[in-house]
């Protein structure tokens, strides 16, 4: 499996690209990283160095790769983090181009936008920008509850809720959705949750709450749930290896008491997840 990973990079930490492709490496698929800035560290520190890498040099990198014959062979476009308007037009453009010289491929995206805790942390044209024409030409997205709700101006709480709210994004386009972050009223104590839906049925994985903030887990769970999903086409199993190695990484660095995924530590829960954590059916 080859995968186009159009996504921000840290020099320090893991997120975006910098938390995506070496788990995606160790289970066996081939990365193609695109960067979109090229920063010291995370913003989450409230200082950084580097660079937003302009539209133009983004799109002229992927067009070097398009000029080395690559495209015939990408399986999906995976996306991230916006930093800018510019960037959207950059990969909507890249996936129309790859989807021509594979119509097997697909576009998978994770419409990042902020979370129920934080709000918006992006710019503000962004999240419009996401809903009315990212989105729409994905056929994967990975949201959090909350930017569900705002893909959809709801405000999904309850499981009915939220698959209701699914149904609707999917009406716009995406056959696929992987809702991370769920916390509905009624689930267990000291739990969270993940649901995957597609035309086939959903499913829900719950697993004990780690209390910490991880920045780049949404970016590890989106590139895993993205490549196990294209290589089975079983959505169960995606969602059940996805948490199983999500929750092991993120156990693993609440232990470490270190503020960084401790990804490279971590590897052989991508390589060989426990399932630890069963996928149930809810539709």
Same mark, same amino acid.
């Given at each position: 499996m080859k995968i186009l990973s159009i996504q921000s990079a840290v020099a320090y930490g893991h997120v975006g690209n910098s938390a995506a492709v070496f788990p995606l490496q160790r289970i066996g698929v081939e990365v193609l990283p695109v960067y979109t800035v090229n920063f010291s560290n995370h913003t989450g520190y409230g200082a950084w160095r580097g660079p937003l890498i302009s539209p133009a040099d983004v799109s002229d990198v992927i067009t070097g790769i398009e000029e080395r014959g690559v495209f015939p062979q990408l399986d999906v476009v995976l996306s991230g983090y916006q930093g800018s308007e510019g960037i959207a037009d950059v990969i909507l453009d890249a996936v129309a181009r790859v989807k021509s010289a594979n119509p097997d491929a697909v576009y998978a995206c994770d419409p990042v936008m902020g979370n129920a805790k934080s709000g918006c942390f992006v710019a503000p044209a962004i999240p419009i920008l996401l809903r009315e024409r990212v989105v729409p030409a994905a056929d994967l997205i990975t949201p959090n509850?909350?930017? %569900?709700?705002?893909?959809?101006g709801t405000e999904p709480h309850t499981l009915e809720e939220t698959l209701a709210a699914v149904d609707l994004v999917r009406a716009t386009g995406p056959s696929t959705v992987l809702v991370t972050s769920v916390e509905r009223p009624d689930r267990a104590p000291e739990t969270i949750e993940m649901l995957a839906v597609t035309g086939d049925g959903a499913w829900i994985v719950q697993t004990p709450h780690i209390p910490m903030k991880a920045n780049g887990s949404g970016d590890v769970t989106a590139a895993l749930f993205t490549a196990h999903y294209r290589a089975t086409g079983?959505? $169960?199993? $995606?969602? $059940?290896?996805?948490t199983s190695s999500v929750y092991d990484? %993120?156990?693993r660095t609440y232990s470490s008491g270190e503020r960084e995924l401790q990804l490279v530590e971590a590897q052989e829960a991508y390589a060989h997840p426990r399932m630890q954590f069963e996928a149930r059916q809810v539709r």
């Amino acid at each position: 499996m080859k995968i186009l990973s159009i996504q921000s990079a840290v020099a320090y930490g893991h997120v975006g690209n910098s938390a995506a492709v070496f788990p995606l490496q160790r289970i066996g698929v081939e990365v193609l990283p695109v960067y979109t800035v090229n920063f010291s560290n995370h913003t989450g520190y409230g200082a950084w160095r580097g660079p937003l890498i302009s539209p133009a040099d983004v799109s002229d990198v992927i067009t070097g790769i398009e000029e080395r014959g690559v495209f015939p062979q990408l399986d999906v476009v995976l996306s991230g983090y916006q930093g800018s308007e510019g960037i959207a037009d950059v990969i909507l453009d890249a996936v129309a181009r790859v989807k021509s010289a594979n119509p097997d491929a697909v576009y998978a995206c994770d419409p990042v936008m902020g979370n129920a805790k934080s709000g918006c942390f992006v710019a503000p044209a962004i999240p419009i920008l996401l809903r009315e024409r990212v989105v729409p030409a994905a056929d994967l997205i990975t949201p959090n509850q909350f930017e %569900l709700g705002y893909l959809t101006g709801t405000e999904p709480h309850t499981l009915e809720e939220t698959l209701a709210a699914v149904d609707l994004v999917r009406a716009t386009g995406p056959s696929t959705v992987l809702v991370t972050s769920v916390e509905r009223p009624d689930r267990a104590p000291e739990t969270i949750e993940m649901l995957a839906v597609t035309g086939d049925g959903a499913w829900i994985v719950q697993t004990p709450h780690i209390p910490m903030k991880a920045n780049g887990s949404g970016d590890v769970t989106a590139a895993l749930f993205t490549a196990h999903y294209r290589a089975t086409g079983d959505a $169960a199993d $995606a969602l $059940a290896r996805t948490t199983s190695s999500v929750y092991d990484l %993120l156990q693993r660095t609440y232990s470490s008491g270190e503020r960084e995924l401790q990804l490279v530590e971590a590897q052989e829960a991508y390589a060989h997840p426990r399932m630890q954590f069963e996928a149930r059916q809810v539709r």
